[in-house]
Each structure stands twice: as structure tokens, then as C-alpha cells.
């Protein structure tokens, strides 16, 4: 347990004041620096996908396995229409 390969985190920004999401963002990505596997459930789009390697939406409890990213996952065709609405 002192040592995990992966850790799960379940909307870290939330409650979180906007001052520090970033500090928090930044302590992810150590985490993943060091060779550990992050899997993040995160509805700040914005923030988990400027972080995130790869992405996985779920729209309307249809999981899309494709899923978004490589690189800067915000750049994937789902993000638009799919994540961040009509108007983006």
C-alpha cells in the first residue's frame, strides 16, 4: 500500500478553492512523473483534459470507447459538441 502503481481520484477540484486546483493538478502530474498510473473522474473538463494523456467521456451513460486525447487530449473531436457543449 506504501507504494501504489495506480491511484484513483474522484473530482479533486471539487471543493477546492480556484486558488489551488492548479497545486493540485501539479501534484497529479508528480504522481504520474514518477511512474505511477492516475485515473481521474474530474467534471472540469478544462482542467482534466490539459493534464490528461487520454481521455474517456461519458455521455449520457453511454461510455464512448474511442474516448478522446493523445497528446492534448482537449484537441479530440468528441471535446466540442460532447464535453464542453454546443457553443464551443
Same mark, same amino acid.
Given at each position: 500500500?506504501? +507504494?501504489? &502503481?495506480?491511484?484513483?481520484? *474522484?473530482?479533486?477540484?471539487? *471543493? @477546492?478553492?480556484?486558488?489551488? /486546483?492548479?497545486?493540485?493538478? $501539479? /501534484?497529479? =502530474?508528480?504522481? %504520474? +512523473?514518477?511512474? =505511477?498510473? @492516475? ?7 478544462? &482542467?482534466?483534459?490539459?493534464?490528461? $494523456? =487520454?481521455?474517456? &467521456? $461519458? ?7 474511442? !474516448? @478522446? !486525447?493523445? *497528446? +492534448?487530449? =482537449?484537441? *479530440?473531436?468528441? /471535446? !466540442?459538441? %460532447?464535453?464542453? !457543449?454546443?457553443?464551443?
Amino acid at each position: 500500500m506504501s +507504494d501504489p &502503481h495506480l491511484m484513483l481520484f *474522484g473530482e479533486p477540484s471539487l *471543493g @477546492v478553492s480556484p486558488a489551488i /486546483v492548479g497545486q493540485t493538478l $501539479d /501534484v497529479l =502530474r508528480q504522481l %504520474v +512523473d514518477e511512474g =505511477r498510473a @492516475v485515473a481521474m473522474q474530474e467534471q472540469n473538463v478544462g &482542467h482534466a483534459l490539459r493534464e490528461a $494523456d =487520454r481521455g474517456l &467521456h $461519458d455521455a449520457l451513460g453511454a461510455g464512448d470507447p474511442r !474516448g @478522446v !486525447g493523445g *497528446g +492534448d487530449a =482537449r484537441s *479530440g473531436p468528441l /471535446v !466540442g459538441p %460532447v464535453l464542453m !457543449g454546443p457553443a464551443f
